[in-house]
């Protein structure tokens, strides 16, 4: 059988494309923030995708004795919905003020709704107290095109608020939502910096799943069907070593700690989400934690196919000089994928930095695929000179699953770059969390089928490395010249030449070499990447060469 040819042209753009997509950061829904006197500006934005009837509340908390009884304060807020993803997520701050009471699209094409409104405190004590601010909700509006006036259609939403609600959402999708609070003296705006003040104003954003939003519920599902596809994992893989203990290969332990890691992994970040959905904010430091070890998972996971490809205890005992080579690509992967989680998480992922580690990553990926694909075809070839079918067999089915996970992934590459990127108004927005969940998926289903083909079973022995089987070739063709020099030079007495054996050999070495050219293709990658002598086998050899010497 035909080994299929690695497709090294692919996987540059493959891992180059890949990792330079919307890494989303997980939306909070509850925000504390702190507001006083010495602030030149008390303008907030916040965005967060929103289910329908998402009800908006805003509360405020401080101590009353701290703020001067004469004065009053004005709370004014801008709703916005579009259904451009980019207009929401990727406007600036400063940009984002400066649409404050804004009635018409950004752009053509970019419709969406608007509401306005606004609540006055006489006092703090006024501004402290919980209360209904509005008999009923603000109406909405449609945005209308750059060059109009505002619509007059009004939306009235039926719902009464509740005590502290302000605004509600009208529709599944994201939403810019901006407040100002301005301090008065009297009803004199300039007077207000005389004074000092300092309170807390908590906004809340709750809907029919909870604190979670649209683009967060499903990665939420994922994550917990994922858990308990790993604890299957982990059931099944003790399984296995339970019944066959005295049979285990090195090569399983390193997928029982991989499996073990994928479960924590996903554990973690679904209790993540958990934690959003009841509590609408996370720990940061548990965030911290969870990125930490996903980058460790990933780094062994990475290694791990690495190791099947170069025929650790399969067709080599042990992996000498290419060990560093292992580590150095394991641990600098390690810290490129740590710098790139921990910034995302503290909001410091942007400019440099970020471009910095998403070409750091992607380059390193793309080394470690390349040096995949090179191992298998050399592991291959290396098995069949040796004519071993059964490791054979298991390398073609490994080789088969990886082509279709390179192919799978360009598809998915196409398709994100087509939806995401390379559009002017991002609508796709309810499909981001496939972006993050396909590659989670996919090494999940790589690392079963190299669960089911290396699993512990009575026959493991047959494919871990074996020096009497793998080398009893070799040591048979170093034979016959080790004799040949061992009597050149030297006339045999009584000897007649024997034509018919010297047929046969020649019969059996052209036999050899047919059965080489038919069964060994010579593709683009046997010739640009020669192969790669086993250290075993060259050890031995070497150590034959010096007994021919002495």
């Given at each position: 059988m035909k080994m299929p040819d690695a497709p090294p042209h692919w996987l540059c753009f493959l891992f180059f494309a890949c990792f330079?997509?919307?890494?989303?950061?997980?939306?909070?829904?509850?925000?504390n923030i702190e507001i006083n006197s010495t602030q030149e500006e008390h303008n907030i934005v916040f965005r967060k995708t929103l289910y329908s009837n998402t009800t908006i509340f805003m509360r405020f908390q401080g101590d009353t004795a701290s703020c001067d009884k004469n004065l009053a304060f004005n709370i004014s807020w801008y709703l916005r919905s579009s259904v451009c993803y980019n207009e929401v997520f990727n406007t600036a701050d400063s940009k984002a003020i400066t649409m404050f009471g804004m009635h018409h699209m950004l752009k053509e094409g970019w419709s969406g709704f608007y509401s306005e409104g606004y609540v006055y405190f006489d006092n703090c004590s006024s501004l402290f107290s919980p209360k209904v601010y509005y008999p009923e909700f603000y109406p909405y509006q449609p945005l209308t095109n750059v060059q109009s006036d505002p619509s007059n259609q009004s939306l009235i939403w039926p719902d009464k608020p509740d005590i502290g609600a302000a605004a509600t959402a009208w529709e599944d999708s994201p939403y810019l939502f901006i407040v100002k609070v301005q301090p008065l003296f009297h009803g004199v705006e300039s007077e207000a910096a005389l004074r000092n003040f300092a309170f807390t104003m908590k906004v809340e954003m709750k809907g029919p799943h909870e604190y979670s939003?649209?683009?967060?519920?499903?990665?939420?599902?994922?994550?917990?069907?994922m858990c308990i596809v790993y604890v299957l994992f982990g059931a099944l893989w003790l399984f296995w070593c339970a019944c066959y203990w005295r049979d285990l290969l090195r090569i399983q332990f390193w997928i029982g700690a991989v499996i073990i890691l994928g479960m924590l992994e996903k554990a973690v970040f679904y209790s993540e989400y958990q934690s959003i959905h009841y509590k609408g904010d996370y720990v940061q430091a548990a965030v911290i934690f969870a990125e930490l070890l996903s980058?460790?998972?990933?780094?062994l996971a990475r290694i791990l196919v690495l190791i099947v490809s170069l025929g650790y205890g399969i067709v080599k005992p042990r992996l000498g000089?290419?060990?560093?080579?292992?580590?150095?690509?394991?641990?600098?992967?390690?810290?490129?994928?740590?710098?790139?989680?921990?910034?995302r998480v503290t909001g410091g992922f942007?400019?440099?930095v970020a471009l910095v580690a998403n070409l750091s990553l992607s380059l390193i990926d793309s080394c470690v695929m390349w040096w995949i694909f090179i191992s298998l075809s050399q592991t291959t070839r290396l098995l069949k000179l040796r004519r071993n079918i059964v490791k054979l067999s298991l390398y073609q089915h490994f080789t088969n699953t990886?082509?279709?996970?390179?192919?799978?992934?360009?598809?998915?590459?196409?398709?994100?770059?087509?939806?995401?990127?390379?559009?002017?108004?991002?609508?796709?927005?309810?499909?981001?969390?496939?972006?993050?969940?396909?590659?989670?998926?996919?090494?999940?289903?790589?690392?079963?089928?190299?669960?089911?083909?290396?699993?512990?079973s009575a026959n493991s022995q047959r494919f871990s490395h074996s020096p009497l089987i793998d080398e009893d070739d070799d040591e048979e063709e170093a034979k016959e010249p080790m004799l040949s020099e061992a009597f050149e030079g030297m006339k045999m007495r009584g000897s007649k030449p024997d034509t018919n054996g010297s047929q046969k050999l020649l019969s059996k070495e052209d036999e050899d070499m047919k059965w080489v050219e038919?069964?060994?293709?010579?593709?683009?990658?046997?010739?640009a990447l020669p192969a790669m002598l086993d250290e075993e086998e060259e050890i031995l050899k070497t150590k034959m060469e010096r007994s021919k010497m002495e």
């Open positions: 330079f997509r919307l890494g989303a950061a997980v939306e909070i829904s509850v925000w939003s649209p683009a967060d519920w499903p990665l939420m599902m994922f994550f917990m069907v980058a460790l998972k990933r780094s000089t290419t060990v560093p080579r292992l580590a150095a690509v394991g641990l600098l992967y390690l810290l490129f994928c740590s710098v790139e989680g921990v910034l942007y400019g440099t990886l082509i279709f996970s390179v192919v799978a992934s360009i598809i998915v590459v196409i398709w994100t770059t087509r939806v995401f990127k390379l559009v002017d108004c991002q609508t796709g927005w309810r499909d981001l969390w496939v972006d993050d969940a396909f590659w989670r998926l996919l090494f999940s289903t790589i690392l079963l089928v190299i669960m089911v083909l290396l699993r512990p038919e069964n060994i293709p010579t593709t683009v990658a046997d010739v």
